[in-house]
């Protein structure tokens, strides 16, 4: 077997993270010396409405194991709603993917404010761990970054 | 030459252990050619398969070059495999359609050697029809169902319905029928009496007149239905475009060539957005023209083979053979000269 | 009494004579006969005596309300005979600001279903738009098994999910009859089209069809009338309706009671919000 399924495997995570919420969360995060997973790389996106449902397709077509989305409390959005369509949006995306055999734990969303540095650590390090256990997504996979695939 | 109908699974064994057999198979309620096992449900009577075996010569995607960028860089083409092929079993409509990818690929000096390599590699059995579909109008575009004389081996069905019947036209085909010794016997008569269900009137020169109808009101009529999808041209089997697009992986990546289809919009857009054929009229026009003119002008032949498969799937039932008849009664008006 | 189809029929070319004969109409949108019995193919009616060639069968199974997209900007109106379903489309489109109903001259047909699956689903046989209606209005059905299949399939592990879908997408020929025929894929440009921004690959692979089948889902899912006409033209015979009913029925859960192409001001779902949406996130 390849590298991949070995015990050094690890996930990649892709984190699309508010700009005014959850990036400046895990910036208090950096700051105040919190150690959370390395493979989780940190998208910065000006709303969580931002992220287009096709950008989390994308990320499992290009190798992802696991999407995140960071976006602030409802209530607490900069635009004032953006948040709102976040919610209803992948509610239905979570439910779309799982329903063509995406487990739900490799797409998820969470609302983490500013100044919730320790929930961003804490979301993080669940969402990795979840994801591990689950081991390499090879579902919409192009074939060059799964094994097997004609490199 | 002949063998027993039971004897099926035996003969495509024996040349499986040389080749890979592609022949109609019939797999996730979908009958197509694809690579024979033991396995697999073998249909080789009743209809024809909705997608045209032109793929085995002609992939759907076919990667040509992988490359990388950088200090490390490197190009390299990939070539087919070398695997000897048999298309086990393709019908004379689809026979006579590689005849005319063959004159596209690999005529008039420019020769295609992704195509030629795997022609050349291929070996066709073709299987003269048992029963006609009712979209079936090869007859009236010049050919005959029951037999196929370009290829390698041709075979029936015989008389008494027990037997295959074989006949090999080529070293190709004679090469492949000595790998059965043991299971063929000599004789046997071919059962060649199919006739197509749809019979439609067809000008002789229709080419000819269809040059002088580009701006005809015909076109006006008979493209409204159309809905602009690419079915037509995936199920044609000898519709032969393609295009060519790259998948890239940070610094590296490759080139792969992929169907294309003249109903798309992008099929003919210029890289500053305009697009000569705008709408469905000009696309469908094209199409027609490509299959029943354009063609005959360049390779003195008809494109359509009349297999009815458009005929069948069009989703807007637009119909080909609808339109022979009715642009080879159509009466030439002053601006169609 | 219910008129015959016979009846419908002459009644239809009547109104479409009408139509045309007002000068405002260009071409009346329905159904003629093919060389195949079952085949009746879309049919513009520009003339009085082309009139008489349209017809109405249990074979008139096309959607006519898409043609009208054709020309978004006509001189002259379109008149489009309309079952439920067409008239549901031509909400969908309205309501999306593709057409406008100025433009439109709509003619209802009461429909008792076609030789189509999908019409023994059908919750709204009588047209809900229309300036003129041929037919008695008949009393509509409430399809109680509207989700019984998605359902039954949401059951399977997602192993067996990803497989089924697997092996549907192998088959798709990347045709796009789907978005084609669909009333709620208006866009002017398809996302897909867009080549130039890698959303969509050309080939024609398990993963690429995949990729298109669900986006697509996704941009329709909340817009769907459950027409059906993306099923009945693909030409491989994916199951796509199984995708877009998936996100009805979520729709259906979470938000309340849902269903589109009505005469109503309803946003579709993933246009709007309310504060009281379900939360999952926090």
Known sequence: ?151 | MKFKKTDLNEVLKTLAREYTVFAPIVENEEKKFMPWAESKDVEMEGLNTIKPPKDVLFPNVEKMYRYKMGLEGFIEEIFPEDTKRILFGIRPCDMRSIDSMDKVFLTKEYVDSYYAKRRDDATIVAFGCTEAGRTCFCESMGLNPNDAPSADVMMNVSADGEDYVLEARTEKGEELVKKLEGLITDGGEAKKDTKCSLVINKAEDLDKKLAKMFEHPIWDKVTKGCIGCGTCTFVCPTCYCFDIDSENYGAEGCKYRCWDSCMFSDYTRLAGGANPRPTKKERLRNRYMHKLSYFNERYGETLCVGCGRCVEKCPAHLDISEFIEKASAAELGKEDK | MALSEKDIELKIREEAKKALATGEVSCVIGWTTTRFPDKMKPFFAETEAECDELVWNKYCINGTAKYALDDRYPSKKFAIIARGCDSRAINRMLKDKQLLRENLYIIGVVCDGKENPICEECQHKNPLTYDVLIGEPVPEQIDEKRFAEVEAFEKLSPDEKYEYWAKQYDKCIHCYACRNACPACNCVECYADQYRTGWQGKASDRIQNQVYGLTRAFHVGDRCIECGECERVCPMGLPIMRQTRKMLKDINDLFGDYECGMPDDAMPVLGGYTLADPDEFM
């Open chain 1, 1 to 151: 077997m390849s590298v991949k399924t070995n015990e050094n495997w690890e996930p990649k995570i892709l984190a699309f993270c508010c700009n005014w919420c959850t990036y400046t969360g895990a910036d208090l995060a950096g700051l105040n010396r919190m150690k959370y997973p390395e493979n989780v790389r940190v998208i910065r996106v000006p709303c969580s409405s931002r992220v287009n449902p096709q950008f989390i397709l994308r990320a499992f077509q290009k190798g992802c194991d696991g999407v995140l989305v960071c976006g602030c409390h409802p209530g607490d959005c900069h635009y004032a709603t953006g948040n709102y369509f976040t919610r209803r949006r992948f509610m239905l995306m979570q439910r779309l993917l799982e329903y063509n055999g995406i487990d739900p734990k490799r797409f998820q969303a969470k609302w983490i404010s500013g100044s919730e540095a320790a929930k961003f650590r804490d979301t993080v390090t669940k969402v990795s761990a979840e994801i591990k256990a689950l081991g390499p997504n090879t579902k919409f996979a192009e074939p060059h970054f799964t094994e097997g695939g004609d490199k």
